[in-house]
């Protein structure tokens, strides 16, 4: 594509807007975010990055920072309430199927370091985007916040679940639905072992260590979200096994987050409208089951820069943009639905079923189960300005 043709906005610098304007920038493209809030997102506890998002962040040239950042988990499993295992994959094993370590990051320590990568005045905070004009074949794209209009060859529109740009060019597609649960989240000052994930009756408590001495906690169940409460938290889940008491104690109840989970069903058919594409959360929004949300956003982004550099025209490269992520996306929200179904049942029979299939399944095969997430590859290892 001619250079004089590579202009991009991007709308919203969460992981995936960020991603984008980083992913754009370093294929040569002039690139300008509009993010509605005041400054960088801090809240959000944390995150884990499979192997396929820490490929994409590779891509972008950020290996230094996230190592620097991130740490590595060195196993994780499924238990039940009492404390039993059902099933284990150490990280060795991680490491030896998919090359990369499964990884856990504050979610404000990605922002920061993808935020960082770009220069200072790339992103116009209290920029909130009131419309979007898709442009055409001969027409620059457009966004407008408030009275000012900024145009561009390519509108990438990284506005979340919610997403505005979603609404109003795609006016037909369903917004997205309340799945029947909540989740919780807290970073807490503690120590914990491997990771793990424990299985109630439509309950489920999470543990993530995330470097020395701090602990992603989270949980979930089958009710509307209120405000955020430890006692709640203690009523159900006080009398699951060890450490998951002592987390509770540890959390700072203002820190504690409470969320409803939301996800876009059915998956769109198409990711682009004219000049303009979605990326992340705003064009396939899923249930967090399988940990790939952000992982997605980054990947989304990866591709797209890929996609829209090589092509011969913005319109052939979403075209290529399209090709390469629709279906994967479906897939994987798809089948992150289902899990939900499945964690999320309040059904003995389900729960008994589900449990003693679990156990039954070898740990070396169970990895094998997030083979389709875990290992995608970027179309290049690292994204570099074409000459
Ligand atoms: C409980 C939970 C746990 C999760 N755990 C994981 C995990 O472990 N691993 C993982 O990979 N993913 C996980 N996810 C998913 C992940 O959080 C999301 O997929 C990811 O944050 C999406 O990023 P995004 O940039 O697409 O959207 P967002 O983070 O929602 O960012 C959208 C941005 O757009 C801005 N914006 C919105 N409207 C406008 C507008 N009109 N104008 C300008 N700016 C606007 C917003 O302010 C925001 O900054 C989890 C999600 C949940 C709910």
């Not at 770009?118 to 979007?132: F, I, K």
């Not at 503690?190 to 424990?198: Q, Y």
């Not at 203002?254 to 064009?283: S, Y």
């Not at 039954?360 to 000459?387: N, S, Y």
């Given at each position: 594509?001619?250079?004089?043709?590579?202009?991009?906005?991007?709308?919203?610098?969460?992981?995936?807007?960020?991603?984008?304007?980083?992913?754009?920038?370093?294929?040569?493209?002039?690139?300008?975010?509009?993010?509605?809030?005041?400054?960088?997102?801090?809240?959000?506890?944390?995150?884990?990055?499979?192997?396929?998002?820490?490929?994409?962040?590779?891509?972008?040239?950020?290996?230094?920072?996230?190592?620097?950042?991130?740490?590595?988990?060195?196993?994780?499993?499924?238990?039940?309430?009492?404390?039993?295992?059902?099933?284990?994959?150490?990280?060795?094993?991680?490491?030896?199927?998919?090359?990369?370590?499964?990884?856990?990051?504050?979610?404000?320590?990605?922002?920061?370091?993808l935020a960082s990568a770009l220069?200072?005045?790339?992103?116009?905070?209290?920029?909130?985007?009131?419309?979007?004009?898709?442009?055409?074949?001969?027409?620059?794209?457009?966004?407008?916040?408030?009275?000012?209009?900024?145009?561009?060859?390519?509108?990438?529109?990284?506005?979340?679940?919610?997403?505005?740009?979603?609404?109003?060019?795609?006016?037909?597609?369903?917004?997205?639905?309340?799945?029947?649960?909540?989740?919780?989240?807290?970073l807490v000052h503690a120590s914990?072992?491997?990771?793990?994930?424990?299985?109630?009756?439509?309950?489920?408590?999470?543990?993530?260590?995330?470097?020395?001495?701090?602990?992603?906690?989270?949980?979930?169940?089958?009710?509307?979200?209120?405000?955020?409460?430890?006692?709640?938290?203690?009523?159900?889940?006080?009398?699951?096994?060890?450490?998951?008491?002592?987390?509770?104690?540890?959390?700072?109840?203002?820190?504690?987050?409470?969320?409803?989970?939301?996800?876009?069903?059915?998956?769109?058919?198409?990711?682009?409208?004219?000049?303009?594409?979605?990326?992340?959360?705003?064009?396939?929004?899923?249930?967090?089951?399988?940990?790939?949300?952000?992982?997605?956003?980054?990947?989304?982004?990866?591709?797209?820069?890929?996609?829209?550099?090589?092509?011969?025209?913005?319109?052939?490269?979403?075209?290529?943009?399209?090709?390469?992520?629709?279906?994967?996306?479906?897939?994987?929200?798809?089948?992150?639905?289902?899990?939900?179904?499945?964690?999320?049942?309040?059904?003995?029979?389900?729960?008994?079923?589900?449990?003693?299939?679990?156990?039954?399944?070898?740990?070396?095969?169970?990895?094998?189960?997030?083979?389709?997430?875990?290992?995608?590859?970027?179309?290049?290892?690292?994204?570099?300005?074409?000459?």
């Amino acid at each position: 594509m001619d250079v004089e043709e590579r202009s991009a906005v991007v709308v919203g610098a969460g992981i995936g807007g960020l991603a984008a304007a980083l992913a754009l920038r370093r294929a040569g493209w002039t690139v300008v975010v509009h993010e509605r809030s005041p400054g960088r997102e801090k809240t959000g506890a944390a995150l884990t990055l499979w192997p396929n998002a820490v490929r994409a962040l590779h891509a972008l040239g950020l290996a230094d920072g996230l190592r620097a950042r991130a740490s590595a988990l060195d196993g994780s499993g499924v238990r039940r309430p009492d404390g039993r295992w059902l099933s284990r994959t150490s990280g060795e094993q991680v490491i030896a199927r998919h090359g990369l370590p499964q990884v856990a990051i504050v979610r404000a320590d990605l922002i920061d370091l993808l935020a960082s990568a770009l220069p200072s005045g790339c992103v116009r905070w209290g920029a909130a985007v009131t419309d979007v004009d898709p442009g055409g074949p001969d027409r620059r794209a457009g966004v407008r916040c408030g009275d000012r209009l900024a145009e561009a060859d390519l509108v990438v529109a990284a506005d979340g679940v919610h997403s505005r740009v979603r609404r109003t060019l795609w006016p037909d597609h369903p917004p997205a639905e309340r799945r029947g649960y909540v989740a919780w989240r807290a970073l807490v000052h503690a120590s914990t072992g491997p990771a793990s994930e424990t299985w109630g009756r439509g309950e489920r408590f999470g543990i993530v260590p995330v470097g020395e001495n701090l602990v992603y906690v989270y949980a979930t169940a089958n009710t509307a979200a209120l405000e955020p409460s430890v006692d709640e938290l203690r009523s159900r889940f006080g009398n699951w096994h060890a450490p998951i008491p002592a987390l509770l104690d540890a959390i700072t109840p203002g820190d504690l987050m409470r969320h409803d989970i939301m996800a876009l069903h059915p998956p769109l058919r198409r990711l682009f409208h004219g000049r303009v594409t979605l990326l992340g959360d705003a064009a396939h929004a899923m249930e967090p089951n399988l940990g790939q949300g952000a992982g997605l956003a980054v990947e989304d982004a990866v591709v797209l820069a890929y996609a829209v550099t090589g092509a011969s025209s913005v319109a052939a490269g979403l075209a290529a943009y399209d090709r390469a992520r629709a279906v994967r996306v479906a897939r994987l929200a798809r089948q992150s639905r289902l899990l939900g179904r499945l964690t999320q049942s309040p059904s003995a029979a389900v729960t008994t079923l589900r449990d003693a299939t679990t156990r039954l399944i070898p740990d070396r095969f169970a990895l094998r189960g997030f083979d389709a997430a875990a290992g995608w590859h970027p179309p290049v290892p690292v994204l570099q300005e074409p000459r």
